[in-house]
């Protein structure tokens, strides 16, 4: 690898801003210098891009394609300096220019293109796809407004634009050169010439898609990837001649329709709703993108023919099924090739993760949005469906229930999930329990044909982020028990941690640590919000979207038990601790942002009222993001994991905070479940029933209220919920649903359990060396959920793609 000193990125630096701003060091903002580093970094980066390139098609190697309508990237400063290797010269550079790395690190917008964990996933994939030298490129959508930027008023989520690209854009590469046309609405009409069909599609709008590339840096490699985000723009100027021909309104409607495409990150992650600018960017970026591929693949080997032994579609949930019939389009209408043919390449070319088993989460498409929309589109899957159809009938012997189950457009929809199982040679789940649960629940009678198909890998994190780079002395400390950076390639090098388990020395150190990461998040809480955190106490965490099946509510029923002991009895001794919550609300999940709201109005109680002095304390952290994150991770000390079993797919939060010596309490849920057979029962805080348990409870006829009546604890909490707290707000609404809503994801079941549970932890974290044990075995087990590890799963056992050693 190319190494930069000190003085050569000075040099560099003060050339971007002379040539970009005009400026010397001594008048730039840091906003300037921001840019200028962003700006050295992409060049030396594209340097290395080129040689990739190059290497790649002499070598002909087959390609990772991964598209997401989703990545959530953070900040890339830090990162990209990190894995070149020039994160200390740049820190001293900018040292001798006057400024302190760590404020210019600050000044960069997260890159929000994602909701949450399917997004943040995607990011943690591209850099260790890239670190392993696979050839690989990510795809989304350049949205000029990532995930909203979340502010609390009056105890209330408001949602406020986000505009990363100012100057966030200092990254991207506009490449005109490889723009691409997507085709909306409009007549087609297929007519037959000497034996194949030849298909007319006129009266179409044309949006222009532009490539805005984002160059990915391996860690240790000269190794580069391309996160490729598609803009839309208008493909035919407002010009004359559409005036004079009086189809000026058509320009303007093509103009504006292009234009809103990329506008906007949609924030639901509860739902689908069958909206069709949502419909328009999936296909938009997955129009762009096979066509990309496929010119791409025209260049070097002249025909398409060959085309799934070179290249790999990684579909991110069910979001790009539409590469699906694009990509059979293609080969039909602009190849020629028969049906059987495109048939074959498309399904030997793509392959489908699935992130979630919520049913309201699964995507359906109305019949009539498709059609007018997408019409050649439409016809494809038309087609895709009734041989699918009469394959199932075969396969099935007419048992209509299975065929119905596994129907492609069925009652005026098309289910997304079912296309892909259709057309995929792998379909997998994100952790084991999820994958279980796709093999016997929700893809079972596919399964029960062509079992091979269905597959695990299981989620995990781009630990160098998530650890290194975020908490530098825990690596200081891993490095000097497990050899050197070792792990940084080979996380399982972590393991050696365990020989320490009783050196007292390194137990003291592994204390002192946290202690140092907690005054720290503690100091920016106080310089952001004014807030003094008590860092004697426990730091407890939940941070993740807000969603009923995640359970915050189950959080605050425990927090309001803890507070009604403090006040019924005061001579009640408990370890001291802060709840840290942190969670964003879909803008239109009502009931979501009712429980942000409680959670507000009992910190506003608790923190005001005397008696929870040094004992309890309750803050909401506004807008979580990446950034926010990588702050806080270091400072966890319990990771609160507690969603109602079976309904997470993984999780990739209690990954990062075990990573970080946080220990976990939670259900057997997602990965939990591996994290528990990595760590035994004795490291770790389980609680609540297991997914079957769920299943068995609600069969045999769950009744919630029965728990209020027979526990006094809980009737007390839920009553005082309904009451509210000291700002007179009411929550009634919240606990009539728990009592005579049904309790879907049976937090009362599971609200005992979960107390016993917290006792545990809470007796456990006044016997310092026993935690301290806990949270090394943690750390040092942490390497299965490397995002290196899963990297190589998927190269092995789906892609079929060699990785560095
Ligand atoms: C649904 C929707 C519906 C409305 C439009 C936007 C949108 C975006 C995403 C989704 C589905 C979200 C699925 C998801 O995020 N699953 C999470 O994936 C993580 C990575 O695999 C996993 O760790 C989490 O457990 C899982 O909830």
Redesign the pocket.
Known sequence: MAQYTKSQLTELIIGKLRRNFGREVEHATPTQIFKCCALVLRDIMNIHRVDTAERVREKQARQVHYLS??FLMGRSLMKNAYNLGVLDALTQALDEMGFAAADIFELEPDAGLG???????AACYLDSMTTLEIPATGYSICYELGIFRQKIIDGQQVELPDNWLEPGEAWLITKMDEVQTVRFGGKVDVHWERGRAQVEHTDYTSVMAVPRDMVIAGYGTDHTNTLRLWDARCALPVDMKYYSSGEYLKAVEQKAMAEVIAKV?????????G?SL?LKQQYFFVSATVQSICRAHKAQYGTLRNFHEKHVIQIN?T?PTLVIPELMRILLDEEGYSWEDAWDIVSHTVCY?N??V?AE?L?KWPQELIQTLLPRIWMLIVEIANRYQAYLEQAFHGDQAKVENMAIIWDGQVRMANLCVCACQAVNG??AL?SDILRKDVFRNACSLKPQVFKNVT?GIDHRRWLSEINPRLDGLIRQCAGGDDYLLHPDAMRALEHYRDDRAVLAELEDIKRENKRRFAGYVARETGILLNTDAMFDVQVK?L?EYKRQLLNVLHIVHLYQQIKSDRSFEMTPRVFLFGAKS?PGYTVAKEIIHLINSLAATVNADPACKDKLQVVFLENYRVSLAEKLMPASELSEQI?TAG???????NMKFMMNGALTIGTLD??NVEMHQQVGDENIFLFGLTADEVIEKKRQGYQAYEYYNNDPALRAVLDQIAKGFDDGVAYDSITNRLLFGGDEYMLLADFESYRQAQERAAKTYLDRTRWNQMALTNIARSGLFAADRSIRDYARDIWHVPTRE
């Open positions: 309508l989703e909701n949450g964990g399917l997004g943040r996933l990150l949609y924030p639901a992650d509860d739902h689908y709703e909206k949502r949930d979001h993760t992130h979630t919520l989460a995507e994100v952790s999820h989620n979207r969603h879909a969603s309904k997470e797919a993984s999780g990739t939060g997602g990965a």
